[in-house]
Structure formats: C-alpha cells, structure tokens
C-alpha cells in the first residue's frame, strides 16, 4: 500500500491500473480490503485508488479524527475532505490534475459520497450509491451506534464481527462462501476500538442529505444487492428516482456487501454503467 499525507494523518491506499481515477470508500466496520476481489478487472480501466478510511486499516485517527473533547468521532464531512485532499495529491502526481474522477462509495462510503457531493460537485464524472441511504439514523439507531461507541473494546470486536457478518452476508453467501466470511470477519476484527468509535459517532450524527439526491448532476449508478436487508432494493428504487440522471441495478446473490459476494456482477454493472451513461 502506498502512504499519503492527509492533513494530519497518513492514509494507507490500494493503488492499481491506470486512466481516470475511481476513488471507493469503503463501509463501516470494514477498510479497503472490501474492494479487493474486483480490483483486477477494475484496474484495466481506471486508476483505482482505496483508501483506509480514517482510523480504519493502517491509517491512524489523528488529532482531526477526535471532537473538541478528545473523544474519537469522524463525521461525514470531515471524510469527504480527506478524500479531496487525497485526490488532489494523487492528481498531481499521476498528471491527472483537473479531470474529473468517479467516486463509489459503500454504505457508510454512501454517507460520505453525498458529503462529497455537497462540497464539490464539479468534481465528479460519475457517482456509483451502493447500498446505503440518505436519511439519518432514527433516534434509536443513532442511541444504539453511541451505545456501540462508548462501550466498544479490542474484546468486543469479536461479537461485533460475528453480529455484522449476521446482518450483512446475503444468507446464500453465509452457506456458501465460506472463504468470503472468514475474511469478513478477519477485516472486522483488525480494526481498532477508536476507529469503530469514530466512525459509529460520525454516522449517529449525520445530517439529512435527501434533499442532495435532487442536486446531484453526475450520472449515478444506484447499486445494491438482491438480498440486502439494510439498504434494501425497495429502498434503493426509491433512491434512484430522486436522483436526475441514475440508473438503477442490482446484483444477484449478494446482501449489503457485492464486491465481495459477486464481485464479477459488481464489476459488470459498473462497467455496462461507466461506458454507456459516463462515456456515452
């Protein structure tokens, strides 16, 4: 992984391939292991680039990853804005500075993209929405990611990996995939209690960003899996029909997590989407 200085921290980041840059961000409580199973074929058309979000992988909290009172928190915004200055960096050095990028962001990755969208705009070719959503947590989700906030130790983690991978694995990829639910759960289990602190209280304290579908002038494509149970495909239509330009699709046999469950169908329907509504 290659090292980026990012405001106050160092991002660790999966670069491959080359051409414009495809920037994912990954859901919560993973890190940029989550894109690895389709990173090859992406790779022959873009310049992928994958972060560790703040806190998450090998990438440390750092003093902005904390509130005024020194208690981990990273909201949306603060994400978005160490993507731009991650890009920005990355522009420069592969003499891509100016074009515009495709961003795909993943559940929590969802949250921040539409932070992004809000801050610039006019930086996007192109937006892939993957399972995730654009209303805040209700007041009992948000208590429950404190509570997780407050109470999480490296000893918990354990029940947490076994929880998400419950409520995130389609039940076919639970039966058979074993291989995609032992590294699941290895990715959970190596990240820290300050990463899942943050990141839990940065969500618990999102704002509304419907009114952001309306805004968003890059072509999107609005992804999710056929067995999703938190971003659910009736959810996600309804997603796609506020945005003006999207295109909806959803990958079989997959729940909350497609570019590990069927990362050949993810891949597809990025491609099919890139080269018919983004280079046209």
């Given at each position: 992984?290659?090292?980026?200085?990012?405001?106050?921290?160092?991002?660790?980041?999966?670069?491959?391939?080359?051409?414009?840059?495809?920037?994912?961000a990954h859901g919560f409580p993973?890190?940029?292991?989550?894109?690895?199973?389709?990173?090859?074929?992406?790779?022959?058309?873009?310049?992928?680039?994958?972060?560790n979000l703040r806190g998450f992988g090998s990438t440390k909290l750092g003093a902005n990853g904390r509130n005024q009172h020194g208690?981990?928190?990273?909201?949306?915004?603060?994400?978005?804005?160490?993507?731009?200055?991650?890009?920005?960096?990355?522009q420069c050095q592969c003499k891509l500075r100016g074009e515009k990028i495709v961003l795909c962001g993943l559940s929590m990755g969802g949250y921040i993209s539409l932070a992004f969208v809000r801050r610039r705009p006019d930086w996007l070719a192109g937006l892939v929405f993957c399972d995730s959503n654009a209303t805040p947590d209700s007041p009992e989700k948000a208590r429950s990611r404190m509570e997780?906030?407050?109470s999480i130790t490296?000893?918990?983690?354990?029940n947490l990996?076994?929880?998400?991978?419950?409520?995130?694995?389609?039940?076919?990829?639970?039966?058979?995939?074993?291989?995609?639910v032992s590294a699941m759960k290895e990715m959970i289990m190596r990240q820290s209690p300050e990463a899942?602190?943050?990141?839990?209280?940065?969500?618990?304290?999102?704002?509304?960003?419907?009114?952001?579908?309306?805004?968003?002038?890059?072509?999107?494509?609005?992804?999710?899996?056929?067995?999703?149970?938190?971003?659910?495909?009736?959810?996600?239509?309804?997603?796609?029909?506020?945005?003006?330009?999207?295109?909806?699709?959803?990958?079989?046999?997959?729940?909350?997590?497609?570019?590990?469950?069927?990362?050949?169908a993810f891949v597809d329907a990025l491609l099919n989407w890139y080269d018919e509504k983004v280079v046209g």
């Amino acid at each position: 992984m290659k090292k980026y200085l990012v405001d106050d921290t160092e991002y660790y980041v999966r670069m491959s391939g080359s051409g414009p840059i495809l920037l994912m961000a990954h859901g919560f409580p993973f890190d940029a292991q989550l894109y690895d199973p389709v990173l090859e074929r992406l790779s022959k058309r873009f310049t992928c680039v994958v972060p560790n979000l703040r806190g998450f992988g090998s990438t440390k909290l750092g003093a902005n990853g904390r509130n005024q009172h020194g208690v981990p928190r990273v909201k949306m915004g603060r994400y978005a804005d160490d993507l731009a200055i991650l890009v920005s960096e990355i522009q420069c050095q592969c003499k891509l500075r100016g074009e515009k990028i495709v961003l795909c962001g993943l559940s929590m990755g969802g949250y921040i993209s539409l932070a992004f969208v809000r801050r610039r705009p006019d930086w996007l070719a192109g937006l892939v929405f993957c399972d995730s959503n654009a209303t805040p947590d209700s007041p009992e989700k948000a208590r429950s990611r404190m509570e997780l906030a407050d109470s999480i130790t490296q000893l918990e983690i354990q029940n947490l990996a076994d929880r998400t991978i419950q409520s995130v694995l389609a039940p076919c990829t639970i039966k058979n995939k074993p291989s995609v639910v032992s590294a699941m759960k290895e990715m959970i289990m190596r990240q820290s209690p300050e990463a899942i602190a943050a990141g839990s209280r940065g969500m618990a304290v999102r704002s509304d960003s419907t009114e952001t579908l309306a805004q968003i002038e890059a072509p999107t494509l609005v992804l999710g899996g056929q067995y999703d149970a938190l971003s659910t495909p009736e959810s996600l239509d309804l997603i796609a029909q506020q945005i003006p330009n999207a295109t909806r699709a959803t990958i079989p046999d997959a729940g909350h997590v497609p570019p590990m469950e069927n990362p050949d169908a993810f891949v597809d329907a990025l491609l099919n989407w890139y080269d018919e509504k983004v280079v046209g």
